[in-house]
């Protein structure tokens, strides 16, 4: 009988015993980085975006160097105001990304310019990472160019990615942080309005394009 016992209560500590949690896979993230002027209102856009894990504003196209905001501010560096943007594509694909691009976040017919900023440090530019972005965002170039989108020619280019460097740690999240600032009022958030009104599908539940525009 204590046999038996004993050996029930064997039984039991086992079943009870707690289950090690079986860890999720480690989401796939992919990256891609866009310039078009100002990267304060760039960086709210695509941080507003579902499957967007994060947005940097930085320099790209230029050297270590001179990858400073006052550096870049002369023009003379080969840096584009930028943003490096961190998604998953399962949620948010390359190409939608670049549809928000070229739809809200910037004028792609301005050369060397975007708005009131005027040198080619607010270049309209794609830093493609892969065979793949090339051949997305020169997919999209034609076919926005086929269906005649704009009344003025692209100036886009499409350039092989080499590095990205964060800009000044004031400047990241900047529309957010400063949602009344004079520049971010008559700059940005029309484009967040646009945003918002266009493509509300894509939106994330609380979009730094729903909290700074109103519904």
């Given at each position: 009988?204590?046999?038996?016992?004993?050996?029930?209560?064997?039984?039991?500590?086992?079943?009870?015993a707690p289950v090690a949690a079986v860890a999720a896979?480690?989401?796939?993230?992919?990256?891609?980085?866009l310039a078009g002027g100002c990267f304060w209102g760039m960086e709210a856009v695509f941080e507003s975006l579902?499957?967007?894990?994060?947005?940097?504003?930085?320099?790209?196209?230029?050297?270590?160097?001179?990858?400073?905001?006052?550096?870049?501010?002369?023009?003379?560096?080969?840096?584009?105001?930028?943003?490096?943007?961190?998604?998953?594509?399962a949620q948010i694909s390359y190409a939608q990304l670049l549809d928000v691009y070229f739809a809200v976040a910037h004028d792609p017919t301005e050369l060397n310019r975007q708005g009131p900023d005027d040198g080619p440090q607010y270049r309209s530019s794609i830093f493609y990472t892969s065979d793949e972005q090339r051949r997305v965002a020169e997919q999209t170039i034609k076919k926005l160019t086929d269906e005649?989108?704009?009344?003025?020619?692209?100036?886009?280019?499409?350039?092989?990615?080499?590095?990205?460097?964060?800009?000044?740690?004031?400047?990241?999240?900047?529309?957010?942080?400063?949602?009344?600032?004079?520049?971010?009022?008559?700059?940005?958030?029309?484009?967040?309005?646009?945003?918002?009104?266009?493509?509300p599908q894509l939106l994330k539940a609380n979009a730094v394009a729903l909290r700074l525009t109103k519904s």
């Open positions: 009988m204590i046999t038996r016992f004993a050996a029930l209560l064997a039984a039991l500590s086992v079943l009870a896979p480690p989401v796939h993230t992919e990256k891609a980085v579902r499957g967007v894990t994060s947005v940097v504003s930085g320099f790209s196209g230029g050297n270590a160097m001179t990858a400073h905001y006052e550096i870049v501010s002369t023009g003379m560096t080969g840096h584009a105001e930028s943003v490096e943007i961190t998604y998953d594509p005649k989108t704009f009344r003025a020619p692209i100036v886009t280019k499409v350039v092989k990615f080499t590095a990205f460097y964060p800009a000044e740690s004031y400047h990241q999240h900047f529309a957010e942080r400063n949602p009344d600032n004079g520049y971010i009022v008559f700059n940005d958030k029309p484009k967040l309005e646009a945003l918002r009104k266009r493509y």
